[in-house]
């Protein structure tokens, strides 16, 4: 693996800009998509927890009605892809022990040698006085997931429209999240 030289990431950071026009007609090739779809799914959170979903919308009727709860931002419709970044309201005991195992299989040892560290997590997000915030920490999370996703974006010349003018609460009803423990922070159209 070579590095890319400071010159060029360079010349990618000073190219991103907020674009707030989209020609609809251009869409992001499917391999170029994908690797923006890793980027998600590799960004760091806090021990590892990734407490979000990432929702690709491409419904246009759904489009449509996301745009009606952003004020009418014409990027929801107009974009190639819209991803609306939703994070977990809770942490839980479940959640945590889910990672803990998969931790444990990718490391090839016994989930038990973890139980130290499982602790420690369920001690601090679960049980600690960060259970109250919860949700103000996952809603960080995803936001470090935003910038790799416009980072990744902007070395691939792709255009991106960071977005939190819109209503979280509507999204959420519009997308089902309801009663699934997920809710809307914001959204990137791209
Ligand atoms: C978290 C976040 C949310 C944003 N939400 C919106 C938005 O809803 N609509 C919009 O037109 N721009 C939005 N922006 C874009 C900012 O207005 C823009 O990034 C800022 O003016 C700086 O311009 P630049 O990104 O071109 O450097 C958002 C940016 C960020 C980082």
Redesign the pocket.
Known sequence: MSRVDNEIIFKHLTW?????KFDAAKKIREADWNILAETLRHSASSYGLQPWKFIVVQNPELRNELRNL??G?S?VTDASHLVVLTYKEKMDEEHITRHINQTAKVQGSDPKNLDGYKNMMIGDLVKGPRSQIINFWAQRQC?IA?GSF?TTASLMEIDT??????DPAGYDKALGLEGTGYKTV??IAC
């Open positions: 991103r800009y907020a674009c707030k952003s004020w931002q990027p936001y935003m416009l429209l960071p977005m939190e003018g819109l914001a959204a």
